[in-house]
């Protein structure tokens, strides 16, 4: 029950502020770059982490969890516990999210005559999933499939690598145990800057699948998942667990052992 509830708060507060970043962006044009956007999401991991790293181990992210089953830093009887609880946590946060935005949202779409639902809505969507291109990108970013794939993966991969860096004993260079959280979440606000022009920067199963599940039922619905052929459960669900386990792979077997030689 600890780790649940830790994993579950945890999620939930870094989905909520991550979120409301994106949605008060959107809704109120308070947020004009990237960088802001991705200091808030940086700043949501780092307070979950903070409150929740004595409860549980802190995952707060399906991916993280099971990189560390795969790098056998963790028991996969305890994956499931973890896993419902990152899920839970995101969906409650996207509940959280609609019951405080959904009048704005209304407004929004009235002033903007979008009608929920339809491919136009996207604009809202965003508020809950990520998409590809980022639809919040003027530019309008080129980003295929495959592309959107490896961006996911490739961040994601950052992220776990950076997480066991951060944390095993095995490297001497790594922060206190107070500033471990910081860095983390200057981490996940970095890999922001320059993955989400192309994919919004979902690098977390949870933290995508929630929100968009929240969006689907609250009349969005095929609006909020994106590609009829299923490119938002590859590219934002699968491709962060491959990007995380190959992270843990390379750590454990490449990494770890050369800084065990060296210290």
């Known amino acids: 029950m600890k780790g ?3 994993e579950f708060l945890g999620t939930f507060i870094l989905t909520l502020f991550g979120c409301c970043s994106v949605a008060v962006a959107v809704l109120f044009g308070e947020y004009v770059s990237i960088f802001q956007i991705g200091i808030v999401w940086g700043l949501g991991v780092t307070l979950a982490i903070f409150m929740t790293r ?11 969890t099971i990189s560390m089953v795969f790098a056998k830093r963790m028991s996969m ?6 896993l419902a609880a990152q899920f839970l946590g995101a969906i409650v946060a996207g509940l959280v999210l609609y019951g405080l935005f959904s009048a704005s ?3 929004y779409e009235a ?6 639902g339809t491919a136009a809505s996207v604009d809202t969507a965003r508020m809950f999933g990520e ?8 530019s309008v970013a080129t980003v295929s499939f495959p592309l959107a794939f490896a961006a996911e993966a490739f961040g994601t991969f950052l992220l776990v690598l950076f997480i066991f860096a951060l944390t095993e004993d095995c490297n001497v260079g790594r922060p206190s145990e107070t500033l471990q959280p910081v860095f983390i979440g200057l981490t996940v606000s970095s890999i922001i800057f320059f993955i989400a022009p192309l994919t919004q920067a979902g690098l977390n199963p949870a933290r995508d699948f929630g929100p968009r599940l929240v969006a689907y039922l609250m009349g969005w619905g095929s609006a909020a998942l994106p590609d009829e052929v299923g490119g938002w459960f ?5 491709a962060p667990v491959v990007g995380g386990c190959v992270a843990a792979a390379f750590f454990t077997w490449v990494l770890e052992p050369v800084m065990k030689k060296a210290k």
């Open 4 to 6: 649940f509830l830790g």
């Open 54 to 64: 004595h409860v549980c181990c802190a995952h707060l992210n399906p991916a993280v």
């Open 77 to 82: 009887r305890e994956m499931p516990t973890y």
């Open 105 to 107: 949202i209304a407004t």
């Open 111 to 116: 002033a903007h005559e979008i009608v929920r």
């Open 131 to 138: 998409f590809y291109p980022n639809p919040g990108d003027a």
């Open 234 to 238: 590859w590219v934002y669900m699968l």
